[in-house]
């Protein structure tokens, strides 16, 4: 299994579970970014759920792995949300996904915690072919 998966499974199993899904995904590649963890973890404090108004905690977390990395062309960014978007049926924003996961009877840390994993996936993805 993908170590990065690894790491978010650990997090997203803590008890209590503190750490969001931007949180999350911060904390994962804190290390090979030089960042120490709880400041990672407070750096995307305020992008979970939404940023408490919008896009996908996880999505704007893997935005902001790939600028960290050094992966910032319009077409790395936008081929990481196309991909995301196309698995959910062009959706992005979190209160959307979060609304059409619950019509399809499915609870919230399952689906936060999938979103978080395929957007990991797709950094190591991204990373790997611009390396």
């Known amino acids: 299994m993908n170590k990065h ?7 997203r199993n803590a008890t209590p579970m503190v750490n969001n899904c931007s949180q999350t995904i911060l904390r994962v ?4 970014l030089g960042l120490d963890e709880n400041l990672a973890a407070g750096i995307a404090g305020n992008f979970g759920g939404g940023m ?4 996908c905690g996880a999505i704007t977390a893997g935005l902001m792995i790939l ?3 050094g992966i910032e ?4 960014v936008n081929e990481f949300r196309r991909r995301i978007a196309e698995k959910h049926d062009g959706m992005t924003d979190c ?6 996961n619950a019509q399809k009877g499915g609870a919230k ?5 999938n979103m978080i994993f395929e957007a990991i996936e797709l950094i190591d993805e991204l990373t790997k072919e611009a390396e």
């Open 52 to 55: 408490k108004c919008g896009s």
């Open 29 to 32: 590649y804190a290390e090979e």
């Open 109 to 113: 840390k399952p689906h936060c915690d």
């Open 5 to 11: 998966i690894e790491k978010a499974i650990q997090l």
């Open 95 to 100: 209160a959307e996904l979060l609304r059409a």
């Open 73 to 76: 062309s319009p077409f790395a």
């Open 67 to 69: 600028g960290a990395k």
